[in-house]
């Protein structure tokens, strides 16, 4: 028998692509933050902030196509999964892009030539990149409806929340001059930001998995660590 | 009587042997309690299960069903859906024998109602019809009788003599409980086919009701009904559930999403070929995780 709905089944296919294109922007939003970090770039900065508009803006809009698409389709099974999955990812993707936002505003505070000390500015670009790919598998596992891909970003991301505490074990170590002491507390904001950024992107992956099984399970329980779902 | 004898052998748990002399259906339904009851409302009981195992239906040499198990449950409404042809109308009404009323038409299997088995050696027909009732697609309320007469009709086929007071209470609460008795109260004794088509299916519901069924088979009772008369039949199934089992053929997925507790999807390979139960399980599983493929395409609207 022939498709039917097929109109519905495109729009549907266009939003799922819309919505994880999201992922795309902050991927590009981080990699600009994290340039603006370590160059100290108080212009690249300014510059993810006011393109977040578009990440805020793609949310709005596939968010309102996804409600139509619910009044008017009645959409059930997979197809109501997909586009549940999608609103909560949307709502992920906007975060992540506000998480690069409130990095890029405290950028300016510690001034053109901050006492940077370097092995923390390494330290933060490394949980940058390792967020960065964290990113690209949320993107992958989703298109590819892979739960052990998705499920896999939880090790992933235990490497970056390491590295967030490496951070703060360095921030505590980093001396008695008061100018340091607050370049280090806006980095520790920034690493923080950035761990942010990777729990989205698992959160993502936990979409993954209910859109494929039906069932929703957050993969680790962060009040009860090591209990896994 | 007949209908005496097959009364007792099904209801011995909620419907205890009349006493001579005493009358029959203000012992069967709870038609004491109209008086004492805010209108429109029904108390809750234990309504009956039905039960089919292994039932094959055929039309003369055509297998139109085959093999189907499932549990009907108690006071639950569940839908049955699949495309025309999968044989979910015939299933139905195999449930209360009226299949075999189709010349040349039988059955295979069993069918049990709470434990007794309805095609068991015996068992009159007419009995099982008037534990298990049926409201059709078109609302069919005789077209001559008066709104009264409609809903005191099973009265008088089945149980004999029954008094003016107690009939007059049983068609009250009949039509309170199809939600129609505000509307048709002062007009008792115009014709039936005079109400609009979602009054006339309420009546047929009062009908139903009116000789204290166990189950109510509905097929397709929405479908020649405007948006507001459907929302208003699905309202009463609700309460419906209260005192009796549902089961409903729907065309209308979305009608089995809003109206039903359980879902049994129906299909047929290629036509020709008899349908058979793909799938029952809980509406909201059906709906949100179906386990079948083929549930899936079906309730996705992706195949015909």
Redesign the interface.
Do not use: F, K, N, Y
């Given at each position: 028998?022939p498709?039917?709905?097929a109109e519905y089944?495109e729009e549907l296919k266009a939003l799922e692509g819309s919505a994880l294109g999201g992922l795309d922007l902050v991927s590009a939003a981080l990699s600009r933050t994290l340039e603006a970090i370590e160059h100290q770039d108080i212009e690249l900065a300014q510059i993810v902030v006011a393109d977040d508009d578009r990440i805020d803006g793609r949310y709005l809009e596939v968010h309102q196509a996804l409600i139509t698409l619910l009044a008017t389709q009645?959409?059930?099974?997979?197809?109501?999964?997909l586009i549940a999955a999608l609103l909560h990812t949307l709502k992920n993707i906007e975060r992540m892009g506000d998480q690069c936002v409130n990095i890029c505003k405290v950028i300016p505070m510690s001034g053109h030539e901050p006492p940077a000390d370097q092995e923390m500015v390494k330290l933060i670009l490394t949980m940058g990149t390792h967020t960065k790919a964290l990113i690209s598998q949320a993107k992958r596992a989703f298109e590819e409806r892979n739960v052990e891909m998705a499920r896999d970003m939880v090790e992933r991301d235990d490497v970056v929340d390491e590295l967030n505490r490496e951070c703060f074990q360095l921030a505590l170590a980093i001396g008695d001059d008061a100018d340091q002491r607050e370049w280090a507390m806006t980095m520790l904001l920034t690493a923080r930001a950035i761990e942010r950024i990777g729990d989205n992107a698992v959160d993502i992956g936990e979409q993954v998995a209910f859109v494929v099984?039906?069932?929703f399970r957050e993969f680790e329980d962060a009040s009860h660590p090591g209990a896994n779902a | 009587m007949e209908g005496r004898k097959l009364r007792g052998m099904f209801g011995s748990q909620t419907k205890p042997e009349t006493e001579e002399g005493q009358n029959t259906m203000s012992q069967a339904g709870p038609v004491t309690e109209t008086s004492s009851q805010a209108p429109g409302t029904v108390s809750a009981r234990r309504a009956k299960t039905l039960e089919a195992k292994g039932v094959n239906l055929y039309y003369g040499d055509f297998h139109a069903v085959e093999n189907v198990t499932m549990t009907i449950e108690p006071n639950k409404v569940t839908a049955l859906i699949g495309s025309s042809g999968c044989g979910k109308t015939t299933f139905l009404r195999s449930l209360n024998r009226m299949h075999e009323l189709t010349p040349g038409a039988s059955v295979k299997g069993d069918i049990y109602l709470d434990g007794e088995d309805i095609y068991g050696g015996g068992v009159d027909p007419v009995a099982v019809r008037r534990l298990v009732g049926m409201v059709f697609q078109q609302p069919n309320p005789f077209p001559t009788m008066s709104i009264y007469d409609n809903v005191a009709a099973g009265l008088n086929f089945n149980a004999g003599k029954v008094s003016k007071g107690d009939k007059d209470a049983v068609v009250e609460k009949s039509l309170r409980g199809a939600h129609l008795w505000d509307e048709v109260k002062d007009r008792l004794d115009r014709p039936g086919s005079g109400l609009s088509g979602g009054q006339q299916q309420r009546l047929c519901i009062a009908r139903a009701t009116a000789v204290s069924p166990e189950v109510l088979l509905m097929d397709e009772p929405c479908s020649a009904l405007d948006p507001v008369a459907t929302l208003a039949i699905e309202d009463l199934i609700a309460e419906l559930k209260k005192e009796y089992t549902i089961a409903i053929v729907t065309h209308n997925m979305q009608q089995a999403a809003r109206a039903s507790d359980n879902t049994a999807f129906f299909n047929l390979d290629e036509s020709g070929k008899p349908g058979h139960l793909v799938e029952i399980g809980t509406t909201e599983d059906i709906f949100t995780r179906p386990k079948q493929k083929e549930t899936e395409d079906y309730v996705s609207g992706r195949f015909g």
């Open positions: 028998m498709e039917i709905r089944q009645s959409p059930v099974a997979t197809d109501l999964r099984t039906g069932l | -």
